[in-house]
């Protein structure tokens, strides 16, 4: 049975720091991993999806990269700013279940003026 | 323009009450989702459907029973509500084209049972 695990459960950066989200996963045999920003009361926001054939995505100052043989994504946000504090989560899409998103329970970020 | 909606974004109500929540997606997605957050935030999917048939269906009383029109729409009937169905239920689509694609959600509904 898969399952997602975020560290560090929060995290509080100033502002202008780098941001470094990890989440490793037990089963290698993915489709593809999605990261995503909750902010409180709110839904869920994609911020990027990465197949399991890639090794990174990029959008903006974001960048996530996969390494499926040791299970693990990382979720980098450079020059972090206030408007980044949300709570981020990662999912999973494991290969034995072709719709079934396996989440993390996110790590909760605040960026410091 | 919104993506994936849902509605009522708020709801009360009292134990024993039966309540339903909506959803619609304007995004052609074949395949649509029922995911739960819990008070501690996390998040677990309860349904799926594509194209109308039901394809996942996880450990979840019968008491809730999901319910799709067309493709475009997914609804979640909850009957005889517990205090413990208390949550924040999100809907999710997305496209079914060879690999898994992008899970867009709504705002989420939150359902509070007195």
């Known amino acids: 049975k898969q399952e997602v695990t975020q560290i560090p459960a929060a995290l509080s950066v100033p502002e202008g720091e780098n941001l470094v989200l990890n989440c490793s996963f037990t089963d290698s045999a993915i489709y593809n991993l999605q990261w995503f920003r909750q902010d409180p009361g709110k839904g869920l926001t994609s911020l990027l999806l990465i197949q399991s054939s890639q090794r990174e995505q990029t959008s903006g100052r974001l960048n996530a990269s996969l390494d499926k043989s040791s299970g693990r994504s990382t979720l980098y946000i450079a020059a972090s700013q206030p408007g980044d504090s949300a709570t981020y989560l990662c999912a999973v899409r494991s290969t034995d279940s072709w719709g079934k998103l396996q989440f993390g329970a996110g790590t909760q970020v605040v960026v410091t003026p | 323009d919104t993506a994936v909606s849902q509605t009522p974004k708020y709801l009360v109500t009292q134990m024993g009450n039966d309540k339903s929540i909506k959803c619609e997606q304007n995004l052609g997605h074949d395949t649509m989702y029922w995911y739960k957050q819990d008070s501690k935030k996390f998040l677990k999917i309860m349904f799926s459907?594509?194209?109308?048939?039901?394809?996942i269906n996880e450990t979840v009383p019968n008491r809730f029973s999901p319910k799709s029109p067309d493709k475009a729409h997914l609804n979640l009937h909850i009957n005889s509500l517990e205090l413990g169905d208390s949550a924040v239920y999100f809907c999710a689509s997305s496209p079914r084209t060879g690999v898994p694609g992008e899970l867009f959600f709504g705002e989420g509904s939150r359902l509070t049972v007195l």
């Open positions: 459907y594509n194209n109308k048939e039901l394809i």
